[in-house]
């Protein structure tokens, strides 16, 4: 069972090299990361997978999406959530693999037929730490309340969960024991954080086998 860091972002999206953040996460007891963005794929620490986000207003411009090249590529393929008809749709789209962004959302925008078609498809939905590190006041309740809402409909239908630092410098990294603690805010046990930090392995396992991206 792999623990992995659903999503960093190197330079240049971010500040902090891959080697230096993979280095760094498997300080904080990771064993691999999701790489996202167009850094060079060097690990001197935890396993390097490769992550492509896809932010699109339609169904239509993923499908489009997805067959580019360096989305083909990757490990992990995310989409960012948007609105009701848009996540109903999306998760039922082969190629996806996680629906991320979904504290930026409107309530119920990922809805029980969502949820049943991610679980049926085994689409993750992915809880990002960076809200709750870095927002305050009403938006970071308003991002629990959506963790909350998921994490719900989570244990009724079974979808899997991701944990993202969504970290842009090794400032912004997170040791497991610090996710247990945050995950707490909105209700997760820490066997429910394991499940999450252990599903990126097991997403990408029915189609290809892990590797070490140099």
């Known amino acids: 069972m792999k623990i992995t860091d659903a999503g960093i972002h190197p330079y240049p999206a971010g500040d902090s090299t891959v080697a230096r953040m993979t280095l760094e996460a498997a300080g904080l007891g990771f064993d691999s990361a999701v790489v996202i963005g167009d850094a060079v794929h060097r690990s001197s620490g935890a396993e390097v997978l490769r992550g492509a986000v896809i932010g699109a207003a339609s169904v ?9 090249p360096a989305v083909r590529r990757a ?12 996540n109903r749709a999306v998760v039922a789209v082969k190629e996806v693999n996680v629906v991320r962004s979904i504290h930026a959302t409107r309530r119920n925008a990922f809805d029980h037929v969502a949820a049943r078609t991610a679980a049926e498809r085994g689409v993750a939905v992915d809880i990002s730490m960076a809200p709750i590190v870095h927002l305050r006041g009403t938006k970071r309740q308003k991002a629990l309340q959506r963790y909350a809402d998921v994490l719900s409909l989570q244990r009724r239908y079974g979808f899997p969960l991701t944990i993202s630092s969504d970290a842009r410098s090794i400032l912004g990294q997170r040791s497991v024991r610090e996710l247990r603690g ?19 392995g097991r997403i990408i396992e029915p189609h290809r086998s892990v590797r070490v991206v140099k």
């Not at 239509?60 to 580019?68: A, C, F, M, S, T």
């Not at 393929?77 to 848009?86: K, N």
């Open 60 to 68: 239509k411009e993923v499908l489009k999406r997805v067959r580019d």
């Open 182 to 200: 945050l995950c707490a805010l909105f209700g997760m046990t820490g066997a429910e954080v394991t499940e999450a930090l252990s599903s990126v």
């Open 75 to 86: 490990d992990v393929v995310y989409v960012d959530a948007g609105e009701i008809a848009f």
